[in-house]
């Protein structure tokens, strides 16, 4: 994820959290505003003032979370990559996917088809060595 995004999506959950007026939330808030730049922040704060969040999830079928229009593939690409940050075209709120560690649903057929069992090597048997007494 873009280092702006993540420090937006930290910053959402804490803003929109159960205690974002706590003194340790107005501290994490002020840390992680430290890392967005203020043309993003000042955006960010328009849609809050609001009462709206400023960042829409991609769902997995390229779907904004909030406004459910439908997000160009090569966005949600730049999105993934974390290449940069970009805005939903309809409801102007900034994107992000969620991080997850990209193979979680392995195939449950574990067929190991291995190239070297069609040609069967023959090796030698080696005896070990007896003679030695
Ligand atoms: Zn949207």
């Known amino acids: 994820m ?3 995004m993540h420090a937006l ?9 159960p205690d974002p ?3 340790f939330s107005k501290a994490e808030a002020e840390k992680l505003r430290a890392q967005v730049p203020q043309q993003v922040l000042g955006h960010y704060d328009r849609l809050r003032s609001r009462g709206k969040k400023g960042l ?4 997995e079928n390229n779907v904004c979370a909030e406004c459910h229009m439908g997000i160009p593939i090569g966005t949600v690409i730049t999105i993934m990559k974390g290449e940069d940050i970009q805005l939903c075209g ?4 900034y994107l992000y996917v969620e991080d997850k560690p990209p193979v979680t649903a ?10 070297a069992k ?3 090597g023959r090796k030698p048997k080696k005896k070990p060595e007896e003679g030695a007494a």
Do not use: D
Not at 9 to 17: A, D, H, P, S, T
Not at 56 to 59: E, G, I, S
Not at 90 to 93: L, N, V, W
Not at 106 to 115: C, D, F, H, Y
């Open 2 to 4: 873009h280092v702006v």
């Open 9 to 17: 999506v930290e910053l959402q959950k804490i803003e929109f959290g």
């Open 21 to 23: 007026e706590s003194s």
């Open 56 to 59: 829409a999830l991609v769902r």
């Open 90 to 93: 309809s409801c102007g709120r």
């Open 106 to 115: 392995a195939p449950a057929t574990t067929r190991v088809e291995s190239p």
């Open 118 to 120: 069609s040609k069967r």
